[in-house]
């Protein structure tokens, strides 16, 4: 069975970092790219990023380019995002999510996280 | 980026009615879209996944057609466990853009 396991969010100040990070089982893990998706009330369901199988290509949205970093770690079955220079518009539920080949496509997610960034 | 246009933003049905969600992408999109079930407090779940092929688990009353541009969600004798927020997500280029949500009500 797929699990995928979101920590790391919580209460941030404008301008201010957190690291999420999700931890998978059940799959072949670096067989898989891994995204990031999040969801506020305002816009709905929002994709953040996907890295690809090996860690060597990467995509971000436009909203995120040059403030979030996703990474993954195939030792470990672990996938990250590092989140700086926090905006309030950025609160919200963050999801970890598979891909279904090694760069494109969704299926499974997590339960989320949830990222305040207030002050 | 594409857009994705979905509808109704809303229903209400019965437990036995049939059920249509649909989802217009902005520009071509080949085959290449999913449909995914939210439950309050849970992350979404996939239903199908190309259109039209029905994810590993799901029940068949849930079927999905449609290609290049019109997409179609199709649940058969609705059940009660089945009243939930469905969105469509096309990935078929970056960046994902995803449908704004059909709430099925009772």
């Known amino acids: 069975e797929v699990q995928l396991l979101e920590s790391g969010g919580g209460l941030v100040q404008p301008g201010g970092s957190l690291r999420l990070s999700c931890a998978a089982s059940?799959?072949?893990?670096?067989?898989?790219?891994m995204a990031w998706v999040r969801q506020t009330p305002s816009r709905g369901l929002e994709w953040v990023s996907t890295?690809?199988?090996?860690?060597?290509?990467?995509y971000y949205a436009d909203s995120v380019k040059g403030r979030f970093t996703i990474s993954r770690d195939n030792s470990k079955n672990t996938v990250f995002l590092q989140m700086n220079s926090l905006r309030a518009e950025d609160t919200g539920v963050y999801y970890c999510?598979?891909?279904?080949?090694?760069?494109?496509?969704?299926?499974?997610w997590g339960r989320g996280t949830l990222v305040t960034v207030s002050s | 980026a594409i857009q994705m246009t979905q509808s109704p933003a809303s229903l209400s049905a019965s437990v036995g009615d049939t059920v249509t969600i649909s989802c217009r992408a902005s520009?071509?999109?080949?085959?290449?879209l999913g449909w995914y079930q939210q439950k309050p407090g849970t992350g979404p779940k996939v239903l199908i996944c190309?259109?039209?092929t029905l994810q590993s688990g799901v029940p068949s009353r849930f079927s999905g057609s449609g290609s290049g541009t019109d997409f179609t969600l199709t649940i058969s004798s609705l059940q009660p466990e089945d009243f939930a927020t469905y969105y469509c997500?096309?990935?078929?280029?970056?960046?994902?853009?995803f449908g704004q949500g059909t709430k099925v009500e009772i």
């Open positions: 999510a598979k891909g279904r080949g090694q760069i494109y496509g969704l299926d499974y």
């Open positions: 059940g799959f072949t893990f670096d067989s898989y790219a």
């Open positions: 890295i690809s199988t090996s860690g060597v290509s990467t």
């Open positions: 520009e071509g999109i080949a085959n290449d």
């Open positions: 190309d259109a039209s």
């Open positions: 997500l096309q990935d078929y280029n970056f960046p994902y853009t």
